[in-house]
């Protein structure tokens, strides 16, 4: 089984950044694939970015230039995030799964953090 916490959300302005940790615990050699999903609520959780088992790092449209993904030692995964806008506004999931890419769906993934919100507003 894996644990994963995220940490770093918050609070920043229109045009500011962030940057989003997730540290895994448990069997965190056995993940393939690590993802970010935000959630806005009343809409579906939508996948931000994920570290494939490849190392190839597929982004959404919304955040392609901005956002960047990356994992770091014991398969910690950050999400760098830069030019935020308002409707970068959600509350933001890590998630990591056993299969080589991660799926497009947040209720498809294996392990899910508990998230961290982020607020852009000035």
């Known amino acids: 089984h894996v644990q994963l916490v995220e940490s770093g959300g918050g609070s920043v302005q229109p045009g500011g950044s962030l940057r989003l940790s997730c540290t895994p615990s448990?069997?965190?050699?056995?993940?393939?694939?690590m993802a970010w999903f935000r959630q806005v609520p009343g809409k579906e959780h939508e996948r931000v970015a994920s570290?494939?088992?490849?190392?190839?790092t597929p982004y959404a449209e919304s955040v392609k230039g901005r956002f960047t993904i990356s994992k770091g030692a014991k398969n910690t995964l950050y999400l760098q995030m830069n030019s935020l806008k308002r409707e970068d506004t959600a509350m933001y999931y890590c998630?990591?799964?056993?299969?080589?890419?991660?799926?497009?769906?947040?209720?498809?993934?294996?392990?899910r953090g508990q998230g961290t919100q982020v607020t852009v507003s000035s």
């Open positions: 998630a990591a799964d056993l299969r080589l890419t991660c799926p497009l769906r947040f209720v498809d993934v294996r392990y």
């Open positions: 448990g069997n965190i050699y056995s993940i393939d694939c």
């Open positions: 570290f494939n088992s490849d190392r190839s």
